[in-house]
């Protein structure tokens, strides 16, 4: 007898997937990042973007130390500052070990300078392997000093870009467009004062975006679609500015308690970089989910090869052993038929 087989029905969430578009695109990202590993790449990414601003530091240290060597007035402005603030032994003790710092600028200049190279070639290849991951590219195998040239361009193309990011961002706030005004001879309104905050705003989502969208289309180590990832950094940019005005929220009430101004920048920036990592990844994985996934789009790849190996099997008959019971099943069966004939005569 046929049973009828009833099929399942489908769950809420495939029959909303099904209604809208933009939830399924959602789900069909959210499930390419799981299936990437798009957690485990963004802790890595937070590692090493906390390890990389070390050397960042050093070089930035060894700048001010040059700027100041060159600068003695604002050197002795310093020191009246630090002697004013601290007294007894202590302030001393600070304007010595400025100045020793200050002397040793130029070692402590360089090693930073090859700590970071060092450390940005690493975050730069690692930010590369995790975008590439989320795209489903596969390594292709290139050489070494390959791979590591093609980090340092795509380092340094990053660290432009995100010096062009800063500097526009700089521009938006309202220090420099008042200082703007003021150059071109505008006297100041109180309209201004929204529109400038306005405009900032509006500033700082254009150059993350520029950001975002060099990161998703550029650093991928195969091309892909630049419309694509321009939506998809756009959508970026969006989230991390919503991100950035909590993230202000969070520093103006922790930094209140002496805890929260000493653990509070540290863990601030741990997070930060945490959870751009997370907009990044996600934002490329929702790039290359644009379209429902084509089974024939997936790359199989080929079979092992084949080995071919004859055998040679040599027939070399029956045994002496197989050949004695073939005899004796022989004989017993002829005494057997010579017996039956005979009781029918």
Do not use: C
């Not at 004062?193 to 254009?206: E, K």
């Not at 195969?222 to 756009?234: C, D, H, N, P, Q």
């Amino acid at each position: 007898m046929n049973e009828a087989v009833e099929q399942a029905e489908p769950g809420l969430l495939d029959r909303l997937r099904a209604r809208h578009a933009w939830l399924d695109h959602v789900v069909r990202a959210y499930q390419r990042f799981n299936e990437q590993n798009g957690g485990f790449f963004a802790g890595g990414l937070t590692y090493y973007t906390i390890f990389a601003l070390f050397p960042l530091l050093m070089v930035g240290f060894a700048s001010v130390g040059y700027l100041l060597s060159r600068r003695p007035g604002w050197l002795k402005a310093i020191d009246d500052k630090i002697t004013a603030s601290v007294s007894g032994p202590m302030a001393k003790q600070l304007v010595e070990l400025m100045n020793s710092a200050i002397e040793a600028r130029t070692s402590i200049g360089i090693i930073g300078l090859a700590t970071a190279i060092w450390a940005g070639l690493g975050w730069i290849s690692h930010l590369r392997a995790a975008i590439s991951a989320m795209w489903a590219q596969t390594p292709n195998g290139e050489g070494y000093v390959r791979t590591k040239l093609s980090d340092l361009l795509a380092m340094l193309g990053t660290f432009a870009v995100t010096m062009l990011s800063l500097a526009l961002s700089a521009l938006g706030h309202t220090g420099p467009m008042r200082t703007v005004l003021r150059w071109l001879h505008i006297p100041e309104f109180s309209i201004f004062d929204p529109m400038f905050r306005v405009a900032s705003i509006l500033v700082s989502l254009l150059v993350t975006w520029l950001l975002f969208t060099w990161m998703i289309a550029r650093l991928p180590r195969e091309k892909v679609r630049l419309v694509t990832s321009m939506r998809a950094g756009l959508l970026a940019a969006v989230a991390f500015e919503l991100f950035k005005q909590v993230a202000s929220i969070y520093l103006r009430v922790v930094l209140r308690s002496p805890a929260g101004a000493t653990f509070g920048p540290v863990l601030g920036l741990m997070v930060f970089a945490n959870v751009t990592a997370y907009l990044v990844l996600f934002a490329t994985a929702w790039a290359a989910t644009t379209r429902p996934e084509d089974p024939r789009d997936k790359q199989i790849e080929p079979p092992p090869p084949a080995v071919i190996s004859p055998r040679i099997l040599v027939d070399e008959g029956l045994s002496a052993r197989q050949t004695a019971v073939a005899l004796a099943a022989g004989a017993v069966g002829a005494l057997t038929l010579s017996r039956f004939a005979r009781r029918r005569d």
